[in-house]
T-cell receptor
Framework: EAQVTQNPRYLITVTGKKLTVTCSQN?????MSWYRQDPGLGLRQIYY???????DKGDVPEGYKVSRKEKRNFPLILESPSPNQTSLYFC????????????FGSGTRLTVV | KNEVEQSPQNLTAQEGEFITINCSYS?????LHWLQQHPGGGIVSLFM???GKKKHGRLIATINIQEKHSSLHITASHPRDSAVYIC???????????FGKGTLLTVNP
């Protein structure tokens, strides 16, 4: 089944403790991206990647890092999480061409205390 | 002003009603996307449009490029259609998405 897999689904952590949220897709998509969703603010893009070793900042990149060493994986790294990074995070991928839509992961609800 | 504006923010309907959700954008786009998010659930891509109209089951999406406007219609609405519907636009070739704030639809039986 074509899918984007995010892990973990839920995570509670403490301020300053480094964490990684994994994202993997099995569709050979070139484009992958990370979003956060907050009440009243909607979805906002954090980082995106057009291909292996090609990443770029989205609208809210501060406090996050990403890497794209393989086509299928695009992990989101929080080096020193803070409470304002408490949010619902989504990873997505998209294939090339004009007729390909986005496939989203199931989301990761992160709480930083 | 947001680049992508949706209306209404909230919409309550009775089962069977015809529903329209609107999306206006202020920038040039390469495509417009309609997404669906059920409460507590993930996000599903419904449509990707660059012109004209698309239909899938009871859902119809239209776009008017000149007026920078898109509509999502649901015919014969059902309680299982209750969800947040999100409009998003992508620009150029980098596939970056800019999102509207979403429309919360509640369909009562």
């Amino acid at each position: 089944e074509a899918q984007v897999t995010q892990n973990p689904r839920y995570l509670i952590t403490v301020t300053g403790k480094k964490l990684t949220v994994t994202c993997s897709q099995n569709m050979n998509h070139e484009y992958m991206s990370w979003y956060r969703q907050d009440p009243g603010l909607g979805l906002r893009q954090i980082y995106y990647s057009m291909n292996v070793e090609v990443t770029d900042k989205g609208d809210v990149p501060e406090g996050y890092k990403v890497s794209r060493k393989e086509k299928r994986n695009f992990p989101l790294i929080l080096e020193s999480p803070s409470p304002n990074q408490t949010s619902l995070y989504f990873c997505a991928s998209r294939g090339g061409g004009r007729n390909y839509g986005y496939t989203f992961g199931s989301g990761t609800r992160l709480t930083v205390v | 002003k947001n680049e992508v504006e949706q209306s209404p923010q909230n919409l309550t309907a009775q089962e069977g009603e015809f529903i329209t959700i609107n999306c206006s954008y202020s920038v040039g786009i390469s495509a417009l996307h309609w997404l669906q998010q059920h409460p507590g659930g993930g996000i599903v891509s419904l449509f990707m449009l660059s012109s004209g109209k698309k239909k899938h089951g009871r859902l119809i999406a239209t776009i008017n490029i000149q007026e920078k406007h898109s509509s999502l219609h649901i015919t014969a609405s059902h309680p299982r259609d209750s969800a947040v519907y999100i409009c998003a636009v992508s620009r150029g070739s980098n596939y970056k998405l800019t999102f509207g704030k979403g429309t919360l639809l509640t369909v009562n039986p």
